[in-house]
């Protein structure tokens, strides 16, 4: 299927990517995407959305834009820094 737009292609490309990487479906992503109202599940922002997943478990959470994501992953899943992080900002 011939794409007229290079960006519309390669955002097909990434999802198709990440849909093998992390073992679930179009069906599944759709979903996960419909529940989440295409926003990012943390920003609430309408950018092109990752899955997210837990980095033990490889269970996929839900779908986030790859600010989010890096962030998740730069405080390595770790609930109680992320909290201590949150506070930080919000007193400061």
């Not at 093998?20 to 599940?41: D, M, P, V």
């Amino acid at each position: 299927m011939p794409y007229k737009n290079r960006a519309v292609r390669n955002e097909h490309k990434r999802v198709w990517l990440q849909l093998r990487k992390y073992s679930i479906t179009k069906e599944q992503w759709e979903e996960l995407a419909a529940k989440q109202e295409g926003k990012c599940a943390i920003c609430l922002r309408y950018l092109p959305l990752r899955v997210d997943h837990n980095h033990a478990t490889g269970k996929v959470r839900g779908l986030l834009c790859h600010s989010c994501n890096l962030g998740i992953g730069i405080f390595e899943d770790d609930p109680d820094r992320l909290q201590r992080a949150s506070e930080y900002v919000r007193i400061n």
